[in-house]
């Protein structure tokens, strides 16, 4: 048995089809008074549902969510909260509200509340990302103190985006396998994860209102969520996060392009972890099989598709590398403008 060391962040966790009304429930869980909702604008039309449960608790409305999280649109929302006296945000929807909440928290008393609507297990992690500028960077922000998993959220998600958002959660799983120092959980979580969301990934797209699959999916997704809070992100993720922060491209198509690419490119530093990711695709080669999931599902399938421009591969590759980068295998430019070049002419 390794020896290992970790915090396990206190979280109330609701889960199930209608726990959306369990809302007042998990703001006293935050010991909460005064909740600001920061609204995605696709939940718009459940955020008259949010504010009638919140009553007298409501302090107000932000909906200035934005992809990829503007400095600026955390600022504001920390300035509203300051002026309603706002003890806790509440997030509704996708990674760009939970982050926004997170990081517009950061280094105050006011806590959050996520209540996501897509795949991308930013509600529990302890950090969010802001972009200033065209670059993105992280902020040190603790975990949201409650999180509400209503499946219901999810119906509506369109195929496209939500394929992306499931290969998100796919990521984290895949990633948690080779991380340096992953924590046990996030390892257990990581193997009933990548056992759970294909199936569940497929099941969506055939039927997406379907509740058993809906449900399914969103589970499986709070598993990655679990391992990537006690794991942490490679090569995969730090090309996706230079994707959406320089270049705009939403973070769910970045990971369906990018994913298979990566799982062959560490496939021979980490064939143990990799080969787990083959067996729970039922299929020989793990990369073959992401790529196939993706397509299936009606992902993203090419760098090129997404309309970037295949001259800025390299300095892609150069912003990759600025920062040191923990990953199974070593990764030179060459090589990671090499991946680039397969990510961008996939089909």
Not at 124 to 136: C, F, I, P, S, Y
Request: glycine content about 10%.
């Amino acid at each position: 048995m390794r020896s290992f060391t970790y915090q396990q962040s206190p979280v109330f966790v609701t889960f199930g089809a209608g726990t959306l009304a369990k809302l007042p429930d998990a703001l006293r869980a935050c010991d909460g008074t005064r909740a600001l909702l920061a609204v995605s604008p696709s939940q718009r039309s459940v955020a008259a549902r949010a504010e009638a449960l919140l009553g007298t608790a409501l302090a107000g409305r932000f909906d200035g969510v934005a992809p990829h999280v503007p400095g600026s649109a955390v600022e504001a929302l920390g300035a509203l909260a300051r002026e309603r006296g706002a003890d806790v945000l509440v997030a509704l929807g996708g990674g760009a509200a939970i982050d926004l909440c997170k990081a517009s928290a950061a280094g105050t008393e006011m806590r959050v509340l996520a209540v996501p609507t897509t795949y991308g297990g930013s509600e529990l992690t302890m950090h969010a990302g802001r972009t200033d500028g065209r670059a993105k960077s992280p902020v040190v922000s603790g975990a949201p103190r409650a999180v509400v998993y209503d499946p219901e959220l999810t119906y509506d998600l369109p195929l496209r985006a939500g394929a992306g958002s499931a290969m998100n959660a796919l990521a984290h799983c895949v990633e948690a396998l080779y991380a340096p120092r992953p924590q046990p959980l996030a390892l257990l979580a990581a193997e009933e994860g990548l056992r759970r969301i294909p199936p569940a990934l497929r099941a969506v797209s055939a039927a997406p209102r379907d509740p058993g699959a809906r449900a399914e999916l969103l589970f499986g997704a709070y598993l990655a969520g679990v391992a990537l809070a006690g794991s942490g992100m490679a090569l995969h993720h730090r090309i996706c996060h230079v994707l959406g922060g320089r270049y705009g491209i939403a973070h769910g198509d970045a990971n369906a392009v990018i994913l298979p690419h990566a799982a062959r490119f560490n496939t021979p530093g980490a064939p143990e972890a990799l080969a787990k990711v083959a067996r729970a695709l039922g299929v020989d080669d793990a990369a073959d099989g992401l790529a196939r999931l993706a397509r299936d599902a009606g992902a993203a399938t090419s760098l090129r598709e997404l309309g970037l421009d295949r001259a800025e591969l390299p300095a892609i590759a150069d912003l990759v590398l600025a920062q040191p980068l923990a990953n199974p295998r070593p990764v030179e430019r060459d090589a990671l403008v090499a991946l680039l070049e397969d990510a961008w002419g996939a089909s």
